[in-house]
């Protein structure tokens, strides 16, 4: 719907991934984002708290749920199963809240979801939804309703799927940033003629070029950095002008709304350097609490070798490499991360992208050793311990900067299915699984604890929230947001009720006087809601193939 005044309330959400004011702010103050300029003037703005982990699919699904990981169940990109040691992927299936777009579908309101990471399948809302990262392929069902698709193709020349591809990220740079750059004016295109032809009280589309540039271009704008070269600055421009180019979209589509929409641009997390990352299974190793069943952990990239094995071995033998390379499934969408670890030896183990630390327990895993009580209480403390006192040795810095344990984070009926420790990294650290590993008995350096990664930049737990519309407080700096307070502001400003069980708060020091004494906030009952979490299959086999392809592309996998 065009400029014309509507007297509906309505909010327009813009999720730029990874957006970070270390970036905004000094290119503010060099007059270079004059959108976002404006915005900081008209309108409030301040840091974004994310989820912990602060990673995409539980930072988004907390924006769109207000509540926090226990009580949605998205913890991860990927979660053990209850009754093995596998992990399965998470999607929208393993939700167990109600996003606001399904609240507002229900109350009557009209929504348009484009591109938000974990909401595949697509939600049968009131309105248009086109589902985000998690999509496995185009031959899925992302589209809802169904018909969106042909409407696509016809008027905008249809809708692109991002591709994550390793190859064309470490060896063609030029094409993958062409790709990013091509899919970035494709999302643009179709925002344009969705919030144009298709009615809508809250729209929300998530752009993901902020995030995809600074996890590869980083080193090109950080002396501080490893890999930086003074001669090398044929990319030293990239996330900056991903940057501009974000404020000029973001101008235009302002520009089409009338000034009494309400428009809030935010993002999942920050950003900054990534200098080093850390093996913390080997690390978990090194200290005596997990054991390997032979030389060294089976190579993550054993995927090539059961595809040649295929094709070309005996039977026999593809049956020997398929128990060697941990890769035979169980079930439709299991993948085994541990092929190689004896679990009768093993005390605890990292699950998930982020290094989040699982103990092995006695009743919970198949193959516990700890028991539940004060073996376990003992354990997971000694365990933060040598943590935080973890050091990369070369400059003496302490690598992780927090730790927590599960209950001091996490609230709700999906807190037990997290791990037990869940890590805070230093600025310039993270976690990476393991990739120098062995096929048929070739060794690597069990000992090399620290090594770089596919990234240069990684995530940063403060994002970034801009607020402006006739009921915000102007050139106001919000002191204290979660990413779990903007669903339920957006509700209060859509004249909605707040449900009681969200963790966040409407933000009421970024709203005016006159709106509050107008209208009070107002809570309703809550509802269960049932999810599958890893009790059944988020995915196909071939949809689990095609996400931990992507994963891996992107950097979230090894």
Known sequence: MGKERDLEEKVFVIGLDGATFDIINPMVREGLLPVFSGLMEGGAFGRLDSSIPYLSPPAWTSFMTGKNPGKHGILDFFGKCPDNYNARFF????????????????????????????????????????????????????FYPPSIIHELDKNVGGYILEKGSRKDITKKSDKYLSDLKRTLENRFEVTKYLMEKHPWNLFVIVFEATDRAQHYFWKYIDPKHPEFSHSNNRYKHVIHDIYRQMDNKIGELIGKLHDDITVIILSDHGFGPLYKSVRLNRWLSSRGYLSYSGDIPVKSNRRGIVKWGKKLLPSDVKRFLGKMTGFQ???????????????????????????????????????GIVEPGSEFNALRNQIMEELKGLQDPENGCNMIENVYKREEVYTGAFSDTAPDILISWSRGYSFIGDTEQT?????????NLFTTHIWSGNHRPQGVLFVKGRDIKRGYEIKQASIMDVAPTALYLLGERIPKDMDGRVLRDAISESRLSLRQVEYSESEDVSATGCSQDTYSKEESESIREKLKGLGYME
């Open 91 to 142: 999607n929208a299936l393993a939700r167990g809240a109600k996003p606001i777009w399904t609240l507002l579908s229900e109350s009557g309101k009209k929504v348009c979801v484009i591109n938000v990471p974990m909401t595949y399948p697509p939600d049968k809302v009131n309105g248009v939804m086109i589902s985000g990262m998690d999509t496995p392929g185009r031959d899925s069902n992302f």
């Open 439 to 447: 096929i048929l008995g070739i060794k690597s350096d069990r000992d």
């Open 329 to 367: 499934k169980d079930g439709r969408q299991n993948f085994n991360m541990f092929s190689n670890v004896n679990w009768h030896e093993t005390k605890a183990f990292t699950m998930g992208a982020f290094g989040n630390i699982c103990i092995n327990l006695r009743g919970r895993e198949p193959y």
